[in-house]
Structure formats: C-alpha cells, structure tokens
C-alpha cells in the first residue's frame, strides 16, 4: 500500500518562503499524477500546484510566480517551494497522487482532487 508523508510545514511572516516535501513510500507507479492541495478553515479544497504523467506542471492562479513544484524521481519525493507567502496562503497542505493509466484524467484530478493517495496534511501559517 502506497503511502504518502508530508513535511515542511511550519509558521513563517509574510514575505517568507517554506519548502514542503512529500515522500512516497510502498510501490509507487512510474506513472502518475501528483500535486498540492490546501483547505483554510472553512474553505474548500484548491488545486495549488500539479504535475501531469507527461511532467508538465500548472499551478492555482494565486500562487504562480510564487510556488514551484518539482520532483525526485530517485528519492520518490514530490516539493513544493513556496516563496513570498501571504497571509492568505495559510491553509492545511496535502500531496496527492493518482496513478496515470490510459484513462486516467488529469482535469478531475485537478479540479475535482480526484486522487487514490492522500498524504496526512501539513499546516502552513503565515502571519501578516
């Protein structure tokens, strides 16, 4: 069984950067889709940041230019640099990952956070 293990997570003032990791362990498939979701309080679930089986990334309109997304393949390992943070970026952070078979799809992934494999979530807080 595949799990998922987020770290990283912490308090920081706006304006500063955190580095969110999240380590695959078990089996996991060569191919996948994997990204970042956040919950605020009372909010629903967002799409931060993503990375499709072909390895093209996108990211929430609110955190491009800020957030980049990146993987280790060797390490199974999935970041997430945040730089700049705001206030409103404070949230629970979650890696997700879906296996990218012949019908797999990425836009209910996305959009719909349809995904088998859910890390346990790290908090970020950033302060004004």
């Known amino acids: 069984q595949l799990q998922l293990a987020e770290q990283g997570g912490g308090s920081v003032q706006a304006g500063g950067s955190l580095r969110l990791s999240c380590v695959a362990s078990g089996y996991p498939a060569e191919r996948v889709f994997m990204g970042w979701f956040r919950q605020a309080p009372g909010k629903d679930r967002e799409g931060v940041a993503g990375i499709n089986r072909n390895g093209i990334t996108n990211y929430a309109d609110s955190v491009k230019g800020r957030f980049t997304i990146s993987q280790d393949n060797a390490e199974n390992t999935l970041y997430l640099q945040m730089n700049n943070l705001k206030p409103e970026d404070t949230a629970m952070y979650y890696c997700?990952?879906?296996?990218?078979?012949?019908?797999?799809?990425?836009?209910?992934?996305?959009?719909?956070?349809?995904?088998?494999?859910w890390g346990q979530g790290t908090q970020v807080t950033v302060s004004s």
């Open positions: 997700a990952r879906e296996p990218a078979g012949p019908y797999a799809d990425y836009a209910a992934f996305w959009f719909e956070g349809k995904a088998t494999y």
